[in-house]
């Protein structure tokens, strides 16, 4: 996205290309669980604010992974319109100056006031979520400035920040523990984020992850990610009366799986591969405007 930074139509290019990638499948699923298992979730999710929905409800429901979605789609509204807008320079101070402090200062006033729901509000909050969202964005931002020392300082200045944050909050009393929580997760996604970003091209992990069968599955994601709770749902209300045992629970646990893996590709022949034509052709079509997604 950075390099198309100022064009007038990108942010428009930039939401039609991910609505084509998300919607098909996601809105065929709400409209299935409209008749076969309808529940408050769906007008939620409808308009993806599920995260704090289930922030509330706590419910274990077919939508119940939604949530992560959810942010997802709170980051891709948003972000654009600091990444396509502004200098780098200025995104850059808006993440270190702004987004980053607001989603810990936020989790800090959330623990001290003592809220409903904190630990889920810590979990699922988009406001709690944009520390992780604002580090990747930031490490975007460096490393497309191609500048060697900064980005190595930025890297350091994550790392430094985090691990304080942690430090100091594990020795405070009970009320900062959320911020405990935010900083643990946040620690983990950057280390994630960069042992995959500087893996070896050559090395075993990358080599691993050009197996076939995880090839098909990464292809295949976002419709294992939709459709496994439904899909589990399914299985364990069909299997109530069949019985315990260990052999029952692999079974079960194999029929979760094949039928995950079956729904998901049904989904992506038939829904997610046209709309990935669409974006294709229509993306061609402003070639001149178009941006990396």
């Known amino acids: 996205m950075g390099t198309e930074r100022g064009k007038p139509a990108a942010l428009r290019v930039f939401w039609v290309r991910r609505f084509l990638r998300i919607f098909p499948p996601y809105y ?27 922030i509330v409800t ?8 939604t949530w992560s979605l959810a942010v997802e789609e709170h980051f891709y509204l948003l ?24 989603s810990t200062l936020s989790t800090v006033v959330l623990g001290y006031l003592d809220v409903e729901h ?17 580090i990747g964005c930031l490490v975007a931002i460096v490393r497309l400035q191609r500048d060697d020392i900064a980005y190595r ?4 200045g994550i790392y430094v920040l985090l691990v304080s944050v942690l430090l100091a909050a594990s020795a405070a009393d009970d009320r900062f523990h959320p911020l405990v929580t935010q900083s643990r997760f946040a620690l983990v996604s950057a280390t994630m984020f960069l042992a995959c970003l500087h893996a070896n091209p050559d090395g075993l992990f990358l080599a691993a992850l050009e197996w076939r069968p995880l ?13 496994h709770m439904p899909v589990y749902f399914l299985v364990a209300h069909s299997s109530d ?3 315990n045992g260990y052999a029952m629970f692999g079974a079960l646990a194999l029929a979760k799986m094949a039928g995950t893996i079956a729904v998901a590709s049904i989904s992506f022949a038939f829904l997610e591969r046209p709309a990935l034509r669409l974006k294709s052709e229509w993306s061609k079509s402003l070639a001149s405007q178009t941006v990396v997604c």
């Open 118 to 134: 904190l630990e889920m509000l810590t979990y699922k909050g988009t406001h709690a979520r944009c520390l992780s969202l604002g």
């Open 153 to 156: 300082r930025t890297i350091a």
């Open 28 to 54: 065929a699923l709400l409209a299935v669980l409209l008749v076969v298992y309808p529940t408050n979730s769906i007008k939620w999710g409808a308009v993806y604010l599920s995260n704090y929905y289930f």
């Open 58 to 65: 706590g419910y274990d429901e077919p939508l119940s992974p």
């Open 79 to 102: 972000w654009p319109l600091v990444a396509l807008t502004l200098p780098a320079g200025k995104a850059k101070k808006m993440l270190v100056l702004g987004i980053i402090p607001f």
């Open 241 to 243: 009366k069949l019985g």
């Open 215 to 227: 090839v098909y599955l990464g292809r295949i994601s976002d419709g294992v990610y939709l459709f």
